[in-house]
């Protein structure tokens, strides 16, 4: 069973930079959560993408923006970056019908600097 | 809005000490409830879960978790920890049909001295 995992580790970006994160979701699963984790603090959720098309949203921009594929992987894009933005953003998959989900499953992580 | 709390920023215990390191949420309807571990360097894993059934739950690596729905917490125990045990500890909570969202404490920072 292959894990969550996510691309690139690391990444330096300057103000006003796009950038996009990649996620591959567990083996058996079908939905792709992002959250955001500012340092010393919990993760944040961003969003939540199930069949395609997204399945709720946390107190995040519009700049944050995501896409799911047929095969499940993710992607989060993330416009006019700031350098608020620095943070670590993770990948949780999970199996789930929309309304209920089941638990979710953590990938390592992007680590992202904005300069 | 929803929030969950945890206490402790915090612990530093020595080793076989016991530990409890608390957890509340303000939610007042269903909810599972999570507790997930973050080791240096590595990504978070979940340490235990409750859906529903016994309050009290067991995890990995000797860890439980009591669910008290009337005091809205949801604190993790270990009898007696491990030098391995050092991590930081999040506690998580998510609606009942209100999708996946998980909302996640702030984290409690365990330092185990050998």
């Known amino acids: 069973e292959t894990g969550v995992t996510q691309s690139p580790t690391h990444l330096i970006k300057t103000r006003g930079q796009q950038v996009t994160l990649r996620c591959s979701s567990q083996s058996g699963h079908n939905t792709v959560s992002w959250y955001q984790q500012a340092l010393g603090q919990g993760p944040q959720f961003i969003f939540q993408y199930y069949r395609e098309e997204e399945n709720g949203r946390g107190n995040f921009p519009p700049r944050f923006s995501g896409l799911q594929f047929p095969n499940y992987s993710s992607e989060l894009n993330v416009n006019a970056l700031e350098l608020d933005d620095s943070a670590l953003y993770l990948c949780a998959s999970s199996w789930g019908t929309g309304g209920i989900q089941e638990t979710q499953y953590f990938g390592p992580g992007t680590r992202l600097l904005v300069l | 809005a929803q929030s969950v709390s945890q206490h402790n920023h915090h612990v530093i215990l020595s080793e076989a000490a016991s530990l409890e390191l608390g957890c509340n949420y303000s939610?007042?309807?269903?909810?599972?409830l999570f507790w997930y571990v973050q080791y240096p360097g590595q990504h978070l894993q979940l340490l235990l879960k409750?859906?529903?059934?016994?309050?009290l739950v067991k995890g990995i690596k000797g860890f439980e978790a009591e669910f008290i729905k009337s005091k809205f917490s949801f604190n993790l125990r270990k009898p007696s920890v491990q030098w391995s045990d050092t991590a930081e500890y999040f506690c998580?909570?998510?609606?009942?049909?209100?999708?996946?969202?998980?909302?996640f404490g702030g984290g409690t920072r365990l330092m185990v001295k050998p």
């Open positions: 939610y007042g309807g269903t909810v599972n």
């Open positions: 409750y859906f529903s059934g016994d309050p």
């Open positions: 998580a909570v998510n609606k009942i049909n209100a999708g996946n969202m998980l909302t």
